[in-house]
Structures are given as C-alpha cells and as structure tokens.
C-alpha cells in the first residue's frame, strides 16, 4: 500500500489581502495601502474612503465611482463618464478560465464535501484527487483517503480537469471544489503545461467569477452608505476586462492584481452578489467588441480616458468560440456494488429488486447493499461478494473472540463458489470478477465472511485496513465519511501557499484597484 507521503509536499499560502486592502499597479506607480475608518458624520464620509496613496488613474476611479453613487448616479452614467464613447451591450453567458498563481508549479489537490467527478470516476467526500499535468494534454490521477492519506487508486486522463457533481451555476458552497490548504472555488479545476512547468486553471462561469472579483476589488459595504451603484458599475467593469483577456494559450486571466483580484470564494458577499445579478451579462464595447476596461483606486476621481488606448477582446458572438473543457453533464457513475448486482442479473436475476440504498458497515471496513435475496458486500479483504443475510449481520453485529480462542484458519464461506482474497492495490485499480456467483440460500450460515473481514484478511489479531475496494468506476467507498479525517489542515506541510514568483507578476496593463 502507497502512502501519500511520495507524492511531494507543499506549502500553500494567498498573497497578502490585495483588492483595495493593497494596490499593485502598473507604469511605475507606487502601491498604496487602504484606510478603513469609520465615518462620524456627513462631514467625515469623504475621507472614509480616500486611500493613503494613488492608483495608476488609467480608466474608471473606484473611489469617484463611489461619489457618483453616493451623489444619484447610475452605474451607466459613472461607466460612460470614465469611458466615453463605449456603449453597452449584454452578452450570453460564457465561461471564463483563470490561473491561479498561488498554485503554479504544484500538484493540483483538490476535495469536495459533496464529492468530485475526475477522468469518469466518483470521488467521494472524505477522497482527495491529485492531479499532475502531463505532455498532451492529460494528466496523472492518484486518489487519497483525505488529503494526504493511504493511496486509493492511480491511473491517467485524458481530461485533466475535477469537476462538481452538479455543472450548473450558483451552487451551494458544499458542492464547491477545494484545494488542499487553500481556497475553494465554483465550477471545475484543471491542470495544464506551460512549458514545463504546471499550471491549475479554474474554469468558471463568467457571472459566478464576478461573485468572488467584485468584493475583491471594491468594498462590499458601500452598498450600505450610498455606493450601490458603485458596485453595479463595478461589476459591468470587472466582466469586461475579464472577457476581453487572452493572456495565455490555457487561461485568459489570472487571479492576482496583475489582471483582477480573485480569491474563489472567500470573500464573497451578498450584496456584492446583488451588484453582479442587477447587471448579469453587460459589458461596454468600442467597435462592436469587448472593452478591455482598465480600472483603478485612483483618489482624485478620476479623469474620463480615450478608450481607443485599451484593448480590445472578441466580439459577444465569438464568446462560444473560446475554449473550455466539455463540461456536459456526466452521469453519475456506479458503485462497485453497482457493477456485481449488474452481474449478477439486476432486477430480474437471483437477488431480487434491491431492500433500500448502500449503506457503510462499521469501523471502516467498506459498504454493503441489501437485496430482496441476498446482500452485496465491497471490503478491502472481500472484495465484492454475494454474502447470505446471516453474513451480513454478524459483519454489522460482530461477536469479539476471547484470546484464548482464536478463530480456526479456515477459508471465508460466501453464498458464491469461495473466492481468493484481491490483489492489493499498488499501482492501479483492480479489476472487478467476471464471475457471477448465485446468491445463497436465505439462512446460510458465513461466521467466517465477517471474521476474515473484520481482520483485514490477516490473523484475529490484526487492525482493519484502511485501504478501500476501488473496482469499476467509483473510487473508495462512501464509508470514508465514518472515518472524520476531512480536514486539510492534518496534512503536514500545507498551513500556507506560495505566492506567485516575480516572473509570473506580468507588466500587462493593470487593472483593479
């Protein structure tokens, strides 16, 4: 059994707070720091919201885009004032691909407590999925119990990416995806080659990915003193510039202060929210294409800028054009438990239509469903196996034996012809039988089934392992839950990730704040 230990061992840390907690701008203009003060009164209100240094003043200024709001303006007055000449146009939803600098280099770790789909196969709560992008395209899959427990299954794909079980957009946080020591995300996570050098990329819907840059780049709380539309403008800012990148051959933008702060999901704020729902699909264009809409913290207000110097991105109707993972939705694959019961014949075979759902047996040691006839079983020291009901309930109900009786070394007893313990698992799955054993009898007598798998397999006296069947296209078994252990901060070696290197900080036109 592999252990996670060699698989290689990171610190992951996000940069200092950046948005307008620290300013990184471009043109050779010194970053500034922000001032939260309180304001006490009308008099004071102003100045609660000057930074103490400048931005780079190219384009909309946050900060007299919050004295528009706080005066009446709307968001389509403050964006028209800061760039004459665009026009507004609404585009259809699209998604969007993001680099995240913080992971450059790195093994992509990624869990969710809802469970993951990677290359085919289910990857349950309590699973981690590690993914190494390889020459082609694929990537390298190992899946862990947790973050950085006993190895489950190795193997390759061909699609490089983790994705939800639900596709769709605004999903609840429990299905969001989260890497190991860091942050979590909505939508899928990937892997890609620059190079040599690895690279995790979020793709993302567009609208979703405005959730966690608007209350990055401007304060969500503005919306409570006036600077709701503010937030509005912002918003229809942050979704052009973001649609009109093309930074790399695998991504369009990144997710520091080089392109727009993107922290995922950590800052996301309801009425930051409301500010990207009010306006969903706007965008300002100059000639019919997407506005490369620079913005800054700049804290004179701001001067209007000749949008003819900003770039310019794809047309709306070329917005399916851009590349993205087919990301469909996959059925949801089958248990191993599936995949016997198919075996044997389903519905209209020996077992009969099924008494309720999968279940975990106790201590770890794997899952069984029950049948009108008969019961499945999946364990590391079975592997699947048509058991008897008697079986089944000494396996859930196990006796403890005295050491002084140890039990008689004799072969297990299924309702099947006996079967030889699996293979273990060391560099791959192992295959499921072709055998179709016929269930047993009801009333047969297995003592010895519960007894060889509550001992691993080994003597009386050994511990259960922990390692779980991974046959057919589910990985593990949903009794990782029962273990605890889904906390990423166990892992040795991951309180803190790397920010992004002085190479990866890109001089391309700053944007945010």
């Known amino acids: 059994m592999t252990r996670r230990g060699d698989l290689p061992s990171r610190r992951r840390g996000r940069p200092a707070a950046a948005g307008l907690a620290a300013l990184l701008v471009t043109s050779g203009a010194a970053a500034v720091g922000w001032v939260t003060a309180t304001p006490v009164g009308p008099a004071h209100a102003a100045a609660a919201y000057r930074p103490t240094g400048i931005g780079h003043g190219r384009g909309m200024s946050q900060f007299g885009a919050m004295e528009q709001a706080a005066a009446g303006a709307s968001a389509d007055h403050i964006l028209l004032s800061y760039y004459p000449g665009a026009t507004l146009a609404a585009v259809p939803r699209t998604p ?42 694929g990537a390298d899959v190992v899946v862990t119990i947790d973050c950085d427990g006993d190895t489950l299954w190795r193997g390759h794909t061909d699609d490089p990416w983790a994705y939800p079980l639900d596709q769709g957009n605004n999903r609840p946080a429990a299905e969001h995806l989260k890497i190991c020591g860091g942050g979590a995300y909505r939508g899928a996570l990937g892997v890609a080659l620059e190079g040599d ?19 990055a780049e401007m304060q969500a709380n503005w919306a409570d003193r006036g600077g709701t539309e503010a937030l509005r403008a912002q918003a229809i800012a942050a979704r052009s510039y973001a649609l009109a990148e093309h930074r790399y051959a695998y991504a369009q933008t990144c997710d520091t202060t080089d392109c727009q702060e993107y922290p995922g999901t950590e800052r996301e704020d309801d009425r930051a929210a409301a500010a990207v729902r009010s306006t969903a699909g706007q965008v300002l264009l100059r000639t019919g294409r997407i506005l490369r809409t620079e913005y800054s913290s700049s804290p004179d207000g701001g001067q209007p800028i000749d949008i003819t110097t900003l770039d310019l991105g794809p047309a709306p109707q070329q917005l399916g054009a851009v590349p993205h993972p087919n990301i469909a939705p996959i059925p949801r694959p089958q248990t191993v438990i599936d995949v016997k019961y198919a075996e044997t014949g389903g519905n209209t075979g020996p077992l009969g239509a099924p008494d309720g759902p999968e279940l975990p047996l106790p201590a770890g040691l794997g899952t069984y469903r029950q049948f009108h006839n008969g019961v499945i079983v999946a364990t590391a020291a079975l592997g699947v196996q048509v058991i008897d009901l008697r079986a089944l309930n000494a396996l859930l109900h196990p006796v403890p034996r005295p050491a002084d009786h140890p039990q008689p070394d004799e072969p297990p007893t299924t309702a099947a012809t006996p079967t030889p313990p699996p293979t273990p698992m060391a560099s791959g799955p192992v295959a499921a039988s072709n055998s179709t054993p016929s269930p047993a009898a009801p009333g047969a007598s297995t003592p010895s089934v519960a007894a060889t798998a509550a001992t691993g397999g080994g003597g009386a006296g050994e511990a259960p392992s922990r390692r779980q069947d991974a046959i057919g296209p589910d990985i593990g078994a949903d009794a990782t839950r029962s273990r605890g252990g889904n906390s990423a901060d166990s892992m040795p070696g991951r309180s803190g990730r790397q920010g992004p290197t002085a190479a990866d900080a890109g001089a391309a036109g700053r944007v945010g704040n």
Request: proline residues 3%.
């Open 96 to 137: 969007v691909r993001v680099r995240l600098m913080s992971d450059d280099g790195e093994t992509l770790d990624v869990q969710s407590d809802t469970g993951l789909l990677v290359g085919g196969r289910r990857v349950v709560a309590g699973q981690a999925a590690h993914l190494t992008p390889t020459s082609g395209g």
């Open 197 to 215: 050098a690895a690279r995790t990329i979020n793709e993302v819907d567009v609208e979703d990915y405005l959730l966690g840059v608007v209350p």
